[in-house]
T-cell receptor
Framework: AQTVTQSQPEMSVQEAETVTLSCTYD???????LFWYKQPPSRQMILVIRQEAYKQQNATENRFSVNFQKAAKSFSLKISDSQLGDAAMYFCAYRSAVYGNKLVFGAGTILRVKS | GAGVSQSPRYKVAKRGQDVALRCDPISGHVSLFWYQQALGQGPEFLTY????????KSGLPSDRFFAERPEGSVSTLKIQRTQQEDSAVYLCASSLARTSGGDQETQYFGPGTRLLVL
């Protein structure tokens, strides 16, 4: 079974600075998808960024980018120019490309943004 | 609104009561998922529908949990004889389709139903 590990329960960043959230996963599959979801307090989860495992190029979405290291099974999220609205719980998630399409989530990282 | 909606948003039940949680997916979305999120944890998969067919129920924790989607749109998650360990946020998500790659597989989440069993 696949597992996703987020080793940082909580992170802090100063407004306008850059922060990196870590994620590692375990799988024997070669084709899969990886996601970062953001869950603000008392609000619903939204997709931040996705990465297809077959793509070598790291995904980017405006201030958000990933560092995908397939061999190391690592998938970190970099947030540049942090804003107060980035404060939330961030979840890393895995989905098989072949066997079912449920998401397997990590335990999450709370990101606090200081003004 | 065009998003996934869930009702009720909050539910308090006495231990032993039955509860029913509703999910309205985004119109036209074929796939529907239920997840359970314990306090301070990541969501855990419960079950998955493609249209009205329940294709995966491997995450349902016991036979007290039952889900249905009879007409391929609205879904209901029912929990019978609730226990304190059932207290959690229940999230519903939908996606347009199950294809190989692309945004059609992106799961869009509802706001969740927070269930507290006393």
């Amino acid at each position: 079974a696949q597992t996703v590990t987020q080793s940082q329960p909580e992170m802090s960043v100063q407004e306008a600075e850059t922060v990196t959230l870590s994620c590692t996963y375990d799988t024997s599959e070669s084709d899969y998808y990886l996601f970062w979801y953001k869950q603000p307090p008392s609000r619903q989860m939204i997709l931040v960024i996705r990465q297809e495992a077959y793509k070598q190029q790291n995904a980017t979405e405006n201030r958000f980018s990933v560092n995908f290291q397939k061999a190391a099974k690592s998938f970190s999220l970099k947030i540049s120019d942090s804003q107060l609205g980035d404060a939330a719980m961030y979840f890393c998630a895995y989905r098989s490309a072949v066997y079912g399409n449920k998401l397997v989530f990590g335990a999450g990282t709370i990101l606090r943004v200081k003004s | 609104g065009a998003g996934v909606s869930q009702s009720p948003r909050y539910k308090v039940a006495k231990r032993g009561q039955d509860v029913a949680l509703r999910c309205d997916p985004i119109s036209g979305h074929v796939s529907l998922f239920w997840y359970q999120q314990a306090l301070g944890q990541g969501p855990e998969f419960l079950t998955y529908f493609q249209n009205e067919a329940q294709l995966d129920k491997s995450g349902l924790p016991s036979d007290r949990f039952f889900a249905e989607r009879p007409e391929g749109s609205v879904s209901t998650l029912k929990i019978q004889r609730t226990q304190q360990e059932d207290s959690a946020v229940y999230l519903c998500a939908s996606s347009l389709a199950r294809t190989s790659g692309g945004d059609q597989e992106t799961q869009y989440f509802g706001p969740g139903t927070r269930l507290l069993v006393l």
